[in-house]
C-alpha cells in the first residue's frame, strides 16, 4: 500500500517567518501534486511536479521534487495570514485518477 | 470556465436513510473521482468513473456506490446511513488520466 506521509502535521508560526513541509514515501511516483484546503471548501491545485530533482515557484510558495521522486517539500517565505490553510500531497496510483493524499500540515500564520 | 460543482452543499440525514449527492464537472473534462474527508482519515479516495464505466474503487462497503451519466455529470449514493458516514464528500474533476484533479467545494453531510 503505498502511503504518504507528511510532516508536521501542525504548525503556528508568526507573520513574516519562513516553513518547510514535507512530504515522504517509500514508493517512486510519476508526479506528486501539493493542494490547499481552506475550511468548508475543497482542495485547490497549486503545482504538480513530474521530474526528479524539479524545483517549481509560485510566488512565495518553492515545492521540490526529490532526485529519487520519493519524496517532495513545500517551502514558504515570508508567510502572511492569507497562507494559513490545510496543505496536501498527493500522489496518483496506477494509470486511473485515483490520488492518495498525506494527512495534510494545518498551517496557522498569526498576524 | 466554471470551476467542479456539488450539490447539496450541506446535509442532514437520519440513520438508516440513503443520500444522493451529486457532482457537475469542469466542461471537458471526462473523469469524476469522489473522495470522503474526515478529520480522522483524512481524504480517502471512493470510486472514479471515466467515459461512464467505473474505473477505480476505493476499499469502501457496498452501501458507497456511484454512476456517470453521458454528459460526464456523476452522483453517488450512500444507503443505509451510519453514523459514521458524517464527512465531508468531495468531488473532482481532470481531463483524462491525469492526476491534476480540480475539486469542487464538497457535500457536507451529517448523519444523526
Known amino acids: 500500500t503505498q502511503l504518504l506521509e507528511q510532516s508536521p502535521q501542525f504548525l503556528s508560526i508568526q507573520e513574516g517567518e519562513n516553513l518547510t513541509v514535507y512530504c515522504n514515501s517509500s514508493?517512486?511516483?510519476?508526479?506528486l501534486q501539493w493542494y490547499r484546503q481552506e475550511p468548508g471548501e475543497g482542495p485547490v491545485l497549486l503545482v504538480t511536479v513530474v521530474t526528479g530533482g524539479e524545483v517549481k515557484k509560485l510566488k512565495r510558495l518553492t515545492f521540490q521534487f526529490g532526485d529519487a521522486r520519493k519524496d517532495s517539500s513545500l517551502h514558504i517565505t515570508a508567510a502572511q495570514p492569507g497562507d494559513t490553510g490545510l496543505y496536501l500531497c498527493a500522489a496518483g496510483s496506477g494509470n486511473t485518477g485515483k490520488l492518495i493524499f498525506g494527512q495534510g500540515t494545518t498551517l496557522q500564520v498569526k498576524p | 470556465k466554471a470551476g467542479v460543482t456539488q450539490t447539496p452543499r450541506y446535509l442532514i440525514k437520519t440513520r438508516g436513510q440513503q443520500v444522493t449527492l451529486s457532482c457537475s464537472p469542469i466542461s471537458g473534462h471526462r473523469s469524476v473521482s469522489w473522495y470522503q474527508q474526515t478529520p480522522g482519515q483524512g481524504l480517502q479516495f471512493l470510486f472514479e468513473?471515466?467515459?461512464?464505466?467505473?474505473?477505480n474503487k476505493g476499499n469502501f462497503p457496498g452501501r458507497f456506490s456511484g454512476r456517470q451519466f453521458s454528459n460526464s455529470r456523476s452522483e453517488m449514493n450512500v444507503s443505509t446511513l451510519e453514523l459514521g458516514d458524517s464527512a465531508l464528500y468531495l468531488c473532482?474533476?481532470?481531463?483524462?488520466?491525469?492526476?491534476?484533479?480540480?475539486f469542487g467545494p464538497g457535500t457536507r453531510l451529517t448523519v444523526t
Open positions: 468513473y471515466f467515459s461512464e464505466t467505473q474505473r
Open positions: 514508493s517512486v511516483f510519476s508526479s
Open positions: 473532482a474533476s481532470s481531463r483524462a488520466a491525469t492526476y491534476e484533479q480540480y
